[in-house]
C-alpha cells in the first residue's frame, strides 16, 4: 500500500479526518493484526472494516446480529459506488443466496448473520476464498456476561479455524473489562491487540425525572416536545405503548410527525417509517429497542426511556443514539415507582422456566424411544411456548451437551439427561440472577446522588471525560438553559412507493429486505 490512509479515507468517503480510534484500529488491521476494538456508539465503527475491505486483497467476512445494519450498510456503499459488498442472511430466498454463494469469489466484503456460518456449503464456499479479514461486530454477544449473548457467537471460533485464521477484527460499544476478556477467550485471540476508547459521549447530558404515574410521563413529554421541537426518538418496552403513546402525542402536539415502531410491524411499513424518520420526514418516534439497530441519524437531539431498560448496557446504547453529529443533546429517564415490574417481568421470560425445561426433554426422550430423530422446531416452539430466544437459548444447550447432533437427536442414558436437566436450570438460574443484577445497577443509578455520568460510564473505563455540553440534573443541567441546534431539513415527498422502491434497490443485486 503505497498510499497514505488519508488518501484512502477522502478516496472513498469524502472526509479528510479520522475519527478517535479509526486509524489506529485500520492500521494494525492492514498490518494483519488481530484486534479488539471498544468505541462509542455513533463513532464509526464501520469504517474499521469497510476502508480495508476496498484496500485489501481478498474478501473480508463481517458477522452481525442486526440484519437491518448489513442492509443498510451494503445499501449505502453501493450508493456510493463499491458494488462488491454483499449481505448474506437468512431472510434471502434460495434462489439468492445460491447466487451469492456461486459469485462469491466477485464480492470484497460480505455481510453475515452468525446462523448462516452453520450452513456447510457456504463454509465449504469460503474455505475457497482468501479471506483478509474476520469481523465480529456487536463482539459483546460471544460473552455469556454480555447484555445481547447470543449462543451462535459461541461458534465462532471454530468457524475461524475452519476457514484457515484469518486475523479477527472484534468490535463493540458496550463491553465492560470482564466482557473484554471474555470475548478474547471465546474467540480464542489471545494475542489480539486491544483498542479501548472512553465509551462516554461527552455531548450527551443526562437526566432523571421522577413523576407520579404513566400518565404524567406523557404529559411531560408532551410539554417538553411543545418547548424543544427536536428529532426525538421516545424508547418503550412494550410494542403496545408505542402505538398507545404515539396516538395521544399526536392529539397533545399536532403540529409534529410521530409515529410508532416496533417488531410486530410489516416489514414494509417498518422500512418506510425507518427512512422517513432518517430523511426528516418525520419528528418524533415512539419505538422499542428494535429501532435504531443500523440507523445512523447524526442530528437526533433527545431521546426519551419511558420504561426502564433491564440493563445498563442496552441503556446506554439507546442513550447513543443522540448527538451523532457532535451537538449538544439529552437523554431523559422519566422514572416512578412502579417501572421495576416491567423489566423484572422481561428478564423472567426471556429465559425458559424449570418446568419448560422438564417438559421439553420428557418429550425428547419421547421421540427417541420412537426412533424419531429429527426435531420439528415449530412444534415444539409452539407446543412448549418457547419464544425466539427461548428456544435458540435451549436447542444451544442440547448441542453443548451433545443431544443434538447434526440437527438430530442423540440417545443418552437417564442417569446423563437428569444431569442435562439439572445443568440447564442451574445456568438458566444463575443468567436469570445476573440479569436481576444488571437491572439493580440501573435503579441504584437512578437514585445516584452523584455526577450521573460518572456512575453510569465508570464502570466501563477509567476515567470520564469532562461533559461539551451541559452535564446531567446533579451537576446542574436544566431544560431551560438548553438551546439545541435544528437541523431538520423537512423535506416533503409524498411519493412513498418511489421512496420504498429505492429502499430495495441493491445495485446489480437485489436483496430480499425482510428482516
Not at 146 to 166: A, C, M, S
Request: hydrophobic share 35%.
Amino acid at each position: 500500500m503505497n498510499k497514505t490512509l488519508e488518501y484512502y479515507l477522502e478516496k472513498y468517503t469524502g472526509h479528510n479526518e479520522f475519527r478517535t480510534g479509526q486509524k489506529e484500529i485500520i492500521t494494525d488491521v492492514l498490518e494483519g493484526k488481530s484486534c479488539l476494538g471498544i468505541l462509542p456508539t455513533g463513532s464509526g465503527k464501520s469504517l474499521c472494516y469497510q476502508l480495508p475491505a476496498r484496500v485489501l486483497n481478498g474478501l473480508v467476512v463481517v458477522v452481525s446480529p442486526l440484519i437491518s445494519l448489513m442492509i443498510d450498510q451494503v445499501k449505502q456503499l453501493k450508493a456510493e459506488g463499491f458494488r462488491e459488498a454483499v449481505a448474506l442472511n437468512s431472510f434471502l430466498d434460495y434462489t439468492e443466496k445460491q447466487q451469492v454463494y456461486h459469485n462469491l469469489d466477485q464480492y470484497k466484503l460480505v455481510y453475515v448473520s452468525p446462523e448462516m456460518l452453520q450452513n456447510p456449503y457456504f463454509l465449504q464456499r469460503l474455505r475457497k476464498q482468501s479471506i483478509s479479514l474476520f469481523v465480529v461486530d456487536e463482539a459483546h454477544c460471544i460473552s455469556q456476561w454480555g447484555h445481547e449473548f447470543r449462543p451462535d457467537y459461541l461458534k465462532l471460533d471454530t468457524v475461524i479455524q475452519d476457514i484457515g485464521n484469518p486475523p479477527v477484527l472484534a468490535l463493540s460499544a458496550t463491553a465492560t473489562p470482564d466482557v473484554q476478556k471474555d470475548i478474547i477467550k471465546q474467540l480464542n485471540c489471545e494475542q489480539m491487540v486491544k483498542h479501548i476508547h472512553p465509551m462516554d459521549r461527552d455531548n450527551i447530558a443526562f437526566v432523571v425525572k421522577t413523576v407520579e404515574s404513566d400518565k404524567y410521563k406523557l404529559d411531560y413529554i408532551a410539554a417538553l416536545l411543545h418547548s424543544y421541537q427536536v428529532p426525538t426518538m421516545i424508547y418503550f418496552s412494550s410494542r403496545k405503548w408505542t402505538e398507545q403513546a404515539a396516538e395521544i402525542l399526536r392529539t397533545h402536539v399536532p403540529n409534529l410527525r410521530i409515529a410508532f415502531y416496533h417488531g410486530g410491524m410489516e416489514q414494509t411499513d417498518r422500512i418506510l417509517i425507518q427512512q422517513q424518520f432518517m430523511n426528516d420526514q418525520l419528528d418524533v418516534i415512539c419505538c422499542t429497542s428494535a429501532f435504531g439497530m443500523g440507523i445512523n441519524k447524526k442530528n437526533v437531539r433527545l431521546v426519551v426511556h419511558y420504561h426502564l431498560p433491564t440493563q445498563v448496557e442496552s441503556f446506554i446504547q439507546e442513550v447513543g443514539r443522540a448527538g451523532r453529529d457532535g451537538e449538544a443533546s439529552v437523554n431523559l429517564l422519566l422514572s416512578n415507582e412502579n417501572d421495576q415490574l416491567l423489566p423484572k417481568q422481561l428478564i423472567e421470560t426471556e429465559l425458559p422456566t424449570h418446568g419448560q425445561i422438564t417438559m421439553l426433554m420428557d418429550y425428547l426422550r419421547h421421540l427417541v424411544e420412537s426412533k424419531e430423530l429429527t426435531i420439528d422446531e415449530s412444534l415444539v416452539s409452539t407446543q412448549f411456548q418457547f419464544n425466539e430466544t427461548q428456544w435458540r437459548f435451549l436447542k444451544y444447550q442440547l448441542e453443548v451437551h451433545g443431544m443434538i447432533k447434526e440437527d438430530r437427536l442423540v440417545q443418552i442414558s437417564s442417569s446423563d439427561r437428569k444431569a442435562i436437566v439439572n445443568d440447564i436450570h442451574l445456568l438458566v438460574d444463575k443468567r436469570k440472577k445476573l440479569k436481576l443484577a444488571k437491572l439493580t445497577d440501573l435503579i441504584n443509578w437512578i437514585h445516584d446522588k452523584g455526577c450521573r455520568r460518572e456512575r453510569l460510564f465508570l464502570p466501563f473505563q477509567e476515567q470520564v471525560r469532562p461533559a461539551k455540553f451541559q452535564c446531567c440534573d446533579h451537576c446542574g443541567f436544566s431544560f431551560e438553559e438548553w438551546n439545541p441546534t435544528i437541523t431538520n431539513k423537512r423535506i416533503t415527498s409524498d411519493n412513498w412507493e418511489d421512496m420504498l422502491q429505492s429502499l430495495f434497490f441493491q445495485g446489480e443485486h437485489h436483496e430480499k429486505q425482510t428482516s
